[in-house]
């Protein structure tokens, strides 16, 4: 079955820098890779999703890369606001049974 | 997301006692999931069920047992054998046969007396 790996697992930046979390996973079959944030004490929402027939996408500040040889994907965050401050989490569907693996999850602090 | 509604918010439960969370759904999506999370953790799946009537084990099932009699109703009861039950339990849905994105309620979050 599929395994995703998520780091960093905190993350601190500045207001108005960038912010960057990196996921891979181990199934090369795998072809939807979504991406979650998770306020405190509240459901996971989420905020950007990927399929494997294209590389790159764009949502505002959001942005979201794929590399199906590497096996890796990435959530970029530019020009961080406070309330960008969560856990954000990456997920690749598992073909076996079509359901969603979860990295462990990325503390993201925006310092103002 | 509005169309998936879990009961209650907050739930006790006393030694050697059953409880039941529930999950109802309005979305008309096929399957269903629950998750545990601990504080800190990620989310790690309890069972899912794709179809009416049908379910499988996810990663830590033990303890723990679900029934899907109807397509918007996915039960999880959590049983006395599940010696550490505190934890935040989400519950999601999603339509299977394509990449659609996963849905989650509001969660239910189960502490021990």
């Known amino acids: 079955g599929e395994n995703v790996e998520q780091h960093p697992s905190t993350l601190s930046v500045q207001e108005g820098d960038s912010a960057v979390i990196k996921c891979t996973y181990s199934?090369?079959?795998?072809?939807?890779f979504p991406w979650y944030k998770q306020e405190l004490g509240k459901r996971p929402q989420l905020i950007i999703d990927?399929?494997?027939?294209?590389g790159e996408k764009k949502d505002q500040r959001i942005a979201v890369t794929l590399n199906k040889t590497a096996k890796h994907f990435s959530l970029h965050i530019t020009e961080t606001q406070p309330e960008d401050s969560a856990v954000y989490f990456c997920?690749?569907?598992?073909?076996?049974?079509?359901?969603?693996?979860f990295g462990q999850g990325t503390e993201l602090s925006v310092k103002p | 997301d509005g169309g998936i509604t879990q009961s209650p918010k907050y739930l006790f439960r006393k030694e050697g006692q059953n409880v039941t969370l529930s999950c109802e759904q309005n979305?008309?999506?096929?399957?269903m999931y629950w998750y545990r999370q601990d504080p800190g953790q990620g989310l790690r799946l309890i069972y899912y069920?794709?179809?009416?009537?049908?379910?499988q084990k996810g990663d830590i099932a033990e303890g723990y047992s679900v029934s899907r009699e109807k397509k918007e109703s996915f039960p999880l009861t959590v049983t006395s054998a599940q010696k550490n039950p505190t934890a935040f339990y989400l519950c999601?849905?999603?339509?299977?046969?394509?990449?659609?994105?996963?849905?989650f309620g509001d969660g239910t979050r189960l502490s021990i007396l």
């Open positions: 997920a690749a569907r598992d073909n076996q049974g079509g359901k969603l693996i």
């Open positions: 990927i399929r494997s027939n294209v």
């Open positions: 199934d090369s079959a795998s072809n939807y």
């Open positions: 979305l008309n999506h096929d399957a």
């Open positions: 069920s794709q179809i009416v009537n049908d379910f």
């Open positions: 999601a849905s999603t339509e299977t046969g394509s990449n659609q994105p996963q849905h």
